[in-house]
């Protein structure tokens, strides 16, 4: 009798357990699927990207399998100012997760390794086995600590405005094999305004250039220019070599930015409604998005991992679905829309994302968040009609 209740005990203190987990940290859902062609894949919300599915907050990194997703092991760990880094895979498809606060997030690639950025606005380099500070260091005037030093100098003689911020180095952005960002370190504290830096191997300094136009913000960079967008909301289309504005386009907003030079962008048509539109090569070629009838875009908009696909919210005549442009296609086809497995709900919150053909929706059933999959099939649910003329590449892939 005392082994049974010894027994029963130890059950109960799993079953618990396993419950804290899941609700704490996500955990692998077990295989579940529905008549609308949706599965379930984990408890938690999830973003897909390449062979992983990374926590949009804390929990597991998950790996697809031949058996499924399983939880993910990291080939490489580190911990650096308190923020805790994770590699996983090798070679091409590796993936670098930060985890910060507010959860996880994937960082950038750079060469051969990944850009991250700290609270104090350091740049690091990370790669298996090593960090390296690639700025934030430096010495003398122009030295992190010395612009520090002078601008808490001038905070005490009240010669700073008191919402003025040092910044070493915002907006980190992969450009070929240099990294260009923002920084005010190199002028008067509290009075000028971040300039484009760039960083090429050992050569490091503002981008003269480009100091005319005043603060941008860097977007997005093809093979050959940077897309950036000026203080009046301005896109501009940048040579990465020159600093030279090729083109300017006061006409479009901004909805998400991709790899290699790919925007989701409103355009502002005159006497018209706004058109929504994607440009795969950095404002030269644009491409009108058409939803099905009675579907109007809600929000928000992504890529996929490499850009090949646009995926976002949407209200049709039933309610919240996904819409998802494969942005290889060949000409306009049939419109589609996908709506959330049955007894779910959307919520705007949760991520959606899509690799190699595949659809991941996260949802709400009452106070519990779950992650689904959906196979996209072999055609474009959406319709891309070319706008500016230009040559598509046909990629099924992420």
Same mark, same amino acid.
Request: net charge positive; aromatic share 6%; hydrophobic share 40%.
């Given at each position: ?57 804390q ?27 994770? /590699?996983? +895979? ?10 910060l ?10 060469g ?6 700290? *609270? ?10 090593r ?8 010495? +003398?005037a ?6 520090? %030093? ?18 070493? #180095? #915002? ?27 760039? /960083?090429?191997g ?6 003269? *250039? ?11 960079a ?7 967008? %000026? ?13 030279? &504005? ?16 790919? /925007? #989701? ?35 928000? &908009? ?8 646009l995926?976002?919210l ?24 996908? #709506? ?18 595949? /659809? ?33 590449? %046909?990629?099924?892939?992420?």
């Amino acid at each position: 009798m005392q082994g049974r209740r010894i027994t029963a005990l130890l059950l109960t203190a799993f079953l618990v357990a396993q419950l804290l987990w899941r609700w704490q940290f996500g955990a692998i859902a077990p295989a579940s699927s529905s008549d609308s062609g949706w599965s379930e894949v984990a408890s938690g919300a999830y973003v897909a990207y390449g062979n992983f599915l990374v926590p949009e907050a804390q929990g597991q990194v998950l790996r697809r399998s031949g058996q499924g997703w399983v939880q993910a092991k990291p080939t490489w760990y580190a911990k650096l100012r308190g923020i805790e880094v994770d /590699l996983f +895979g090798q070679g091409a498809g590796q993936v670098a997760i930060a985890r910060l606060k507010g959860g996880a997030k994937i960082l950038p690639r750079y060469g051969s390794g990944f850009l991250l950025r700290d *609270a104090q606005q350091n740049l690091w380099l990370v790669r298996a086995e090593r960090i390296s500070l690639l700025l934030g260091g430096g010495q +003398g005037a122009d030295g992190r600590q010395a612009f520090l %030093d002078r601008a808490a100098s001038l905070r005490k003689q009240g010669a700073v405005p008191s919402g003025w911020q040092p910044v070493w #180095a #915002a907006d980190p952005l992969p450009v070929g094999r240099s990294v260009w960002y923002l920084s005010n370190r190199d002028g008067q504290p509290g009075v000028t305004p971040p300039h484009v830096f760039r /960083l090429q191997g050992t050569e490091n300094g503002p981008f003269t *250039a480009l100091t005319p136009l005043g603060n941008l913000r860097l977007l997005t960079a093809d093979a050959k220019a940077v897309v950036a967008a %000026d203080a009046t909301g301005t896109l501009l289309r940048i040579d990465q070599n020159s600093g030279a &504005v090729l083109l300017r386009r006061p006409d479009l907003l901004v909805l998400a930015a991709g790899a290699n030079g790919r /925007l #989701a962008l409103l355009n502002a048509v005159p006497h018209g409604s706004p058109k929504l539109e994607v440009t795969p090569d950095g404002l030269q070629t644009l491409h009108a998005v058409h939803l099905a009838k009675g579907v109007q875009a809600m929000g928000p &908009v992504s890529f996929s991992m490499h850009g090949h696909w646009l995926v976002l919210l949407a209200r049709g005549p039933q309610g919240m679905v996904v819409s998802v442009a494969h942005l290889g296609g060949r000409g306009p086809e049939q419109a589609q829309s996908i #709506a959330p497995p049955a007894g779910t709900q959307i919520d705007p919150s949760m991520p959606v994302s899509v690799c190699d053909g595949v /659809l991941y929706l996260s949802t709400r059933q009452g106070k519990r968040v779950e992650t689904w999959s959906r196979p996209l099939g072999t055609t474009a649910p959406l319709a891309l009609a070319n706008v500016l003329g230009g040559t598509r590449r %046909d990629s099924r892939h992420g």
